[in-house]
């Protein structure tokens, strides 16, 4: 049994049961960074009251916080590949625990979709996955009037920034076009948005539309050759995720995976700033995308931004 509960940006709370479904048959799927996507279907609303009782009730054993250095030390290694053209681009991420008994899962989601309402907020608990909560801006597949988009979001600064540098712009550029080739190769003319800035929160980020008038799509088949996207992996993909096996040292889980509706028009998320809730305490996860232009104490301040801008959420007794 997997319970959610969803706010859309500009809806109301949403709170679901759903039971394990083949993927082919489902009204929802979640897929992780690496494993497979697993379909569910709806079994009929839940009590939200009900659904805090069971939320992160397990406690984590053993976990390990990357300092500053290590980190830089692994964009560093990154940066040594870019050079060495192995690569274009390598989205980098790490985890942080912060243990607590203190903290108020139902308040802390509550401070989400308030801080939040450019973004899917979501919690939900399944006895495989464990208790998740998130924020994420990143649409992976829309369904729209005339066929289905997908949201290009990379670069990152600080909400109110006067100009974006050439490291986002050419970061967010690699999105777009991957992307786009996706697309296109699933038939359909395409058309892209201008370059925008879209604001999540505390942080920014650079976003471009990419249209399909296919509306034709096997979305199934589309999502999975939209993920993983250079937003979340790197670019060319196969060169990307190999560095990330060698260099980024633990299981992403469903961080950088995704959620998809498919029980009306179609609504797919990345799951971008999420956490992990225990019993003892909240695992954060967050990334950022490495290029030539990278300089690796930046790096290792944007994942603290992002990972901030989670705890800036977290309510306590």
Partial sequence: MLELLVQFPGKSLQAYAYTNAPTEASDLLIRGFSWDAQGFKRNGTIEIADFW??????NLDCWENKDANTYQEEVGRVL????????????????HFMESDRILAQESFEALCAQF?????????HDHFGSWMGATPEVLLEEIEDGYRSMSLAGTRLAGGLA???KEIEEQKFVTKEIHRTLKNMG???????????????????????????????VNATLEALHPTPAVCGTPTAEALAVLQEIESYPRELYTGYMAWLDGPVYANVLLRTMKWYGNGIQFFAGGGITKDSVPLNEWLETE???????????YK
């Fill in 188 to 218: 359909g003319h395409i058309k892209r948005t201008p370059q925008t800035t879209f604001g999540a929160g505390p942080v920014e980020h650079l976003m471009t539309w990419v249209n399909t008038d296919n509306d034709q799509l096997e």
């Fill in 117 to 125: 309402p450019n973004c899917t907020v979501f919690a939900f608990h």
């Fill in 305 to 315: 931004y992002k990972i901030s801008a989670l705890k800036d959420a977290v309510r």
């Fill in 164 to 166: 974006w540098g050439d």
């Fill in 80 to 95: 040594q590949y870019i050079q060495e053209k192995r690569v274009n681009k390598v989205v980098l991420s790490r985890t």
């Fill in 53 to 58: 009782r069971h939320f992160g009730a397990q």
